[in-house]
């Protein structure tokens, strides 16, 4: 099966789309945790419960966004993604640059994570370099989906919030 043209995104599309920004928010916000967990072993300190707790949960998650991201990616293959409505050629550049970012961000940093969890410590700071990239690509995307929703009114946020039928 081949990737379709649509009008907008399945279900499972939009579900992955807002689980995986959901984990991604949460990585965000506390996923300093995992740095306070790596400093107090190699200082040889204990770690606060909650730094534990938060540790644990920013590993876990980082490992369901690689899976949930591979998932997203099997089903945009198969699905396909609908076109740009506006037919602007540079917006549509912008929009499929800013998508495969993501997509790159999404597999490679908890990748980083893993390996300097279990072989290199020092890719923890090539791991660290995400959090501000991933700032700036959400704040990039949400801001070109409002742009799209409130100036150019073309529906492009819509397609992200109700599931289409393959045409």
Do not use: C
Request: hydrophobic share 55%; glycine share 8%; no cysteine.
């Amino acid at each position: 099966m081949g990737a379709q043209r649509t009008n907008g995104y399945a279900p499972i599309q939009i579900g992955l789309h807002w689980l995986i920004a959901a984990l991604v928010i949460f990585q965000l916000i506390f996923g300093e945790s995992m740095a306070e967990a790596t400093e107090a072993a190699e200082e040889g300190t204990a770690l606060s419960a909650p730094d534990a707790i938060l540790a644990t949960a920013h590993y876990w998650v980082g490992l369901s966004i690689l899976a949930l991201v591979a998932v997203r990616l099997i089903v945009r293959i198969r699905a396909g993604a609908p076109a740009a409505i506006d037919g602007n050629p540079i917006l549509a550049m912008a929009a499929h640059a800013t998508h495969w970012l993501f997509y790159g961000l999404l597999v490679m940093v908890p990748i980083s994570g893993l390996v300097a969890v279990y072989l290199n410590p020092d890719a923890g700071d090539i791991h660290q370099l995400a959090k501000p990239a991933f700032i700036i690509l959400i704040l990039i995307h949400a801001g070109a989906a409002l742009f799209h929703h409130f100036v150019l009114r073309d529906g492009t946020l819509k397609r992200m919030l109700k599931p289409s039928k393959a045409v």
